[in-house]
């Protein structure tokens, strides 16, 4: 499968209006296929997968920006912490502090989502609300700091399932968060949540970021 231009277009012509940003989730795709959707002025680009973003990253221009989406280990932070626009997939404090440290030798500020468990699934990974309200305060109130990330928001992934009552009850929680803790932490300009399924549900609860693959590329194998 190669890239679906119309899906692309129609896409950006829902999300413009809200400034809704697109991320387009390239993992397991060709460089091709990205290269062809940057012609069009795609600069947001998702991967799952530390090696693959590392090689992908290297070979396209250098105006990209490659958000991390997937769960990451603490012992590959340093790979691509030289370059990565957004971690979103931040799930613990020690997963936190080793950005912190990698962010500081590399003499950035990394860009990061807290991820937040939203769906039903037990296998999804992320803190649940209690867990990211506690990290929050004690950021807040200087227990612990991390001068070389940025928290910019909060990431969540609903239940794989039929039924949009309950992914939007999902997706609801998750917004109603996001503002309690916007008002104690400022730089939280970011909501990501929707995906290929639900992203237009997600953007009506208040997502202002979706990452979306199989629409764009096609399914995955
Ligand atoms: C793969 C992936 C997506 C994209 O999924 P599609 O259903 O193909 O749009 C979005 N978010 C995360 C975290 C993913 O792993």
Known sequence: MSVNRSNYEKIIGELTPSKTTLVAVSKIKPLSDIQTL????????????????????????????????GH???????YIAPFVHLIQGVDS???LAEINKQGK???????????????????K???DADEVSALVNKITSGGSVFDNVN???????????????????????LSELYKTLQ????????????MSGDYELAVECG???VRIGSLLFGVRN
């Open 125 to 127: 990974f992320g803190f």
């Open 151 to 173: 928290i910019c928001g909060l990431m969540g992934m609903a239940s794989f399932s039929d039924d949009m009552q309950k992914v939007k009850s999902e997706f609801e929680t």
């Open 207 to 209: 997502s202002n970021m």
């Open 93 to 95: 404090e020690k997963l």
């Open 72 to 78: 990451l280990q603490s012992n590959k932070v340093k």
């Open 38 to 69: 940057y012609e069009l002025g795609q600069k947001d680009f998702g991967e799952n997968y530390v090696q693959e973003l590392i090689e992908k990253a290297e070979a396209l221009p250098t105006d990209i920006r490659w958000h991390f989406i």
């Open 105 to 123: 030798k590399n003499n950035r500020i990394i860009n990061c989502l807290l991820q937040v468990h939203i769906a039903q699934e037990e296998t």
């Open 183 to 194: 008002s104690s932490i400022p730089s939280f300009n970011t909501l990501s949540m929707g």
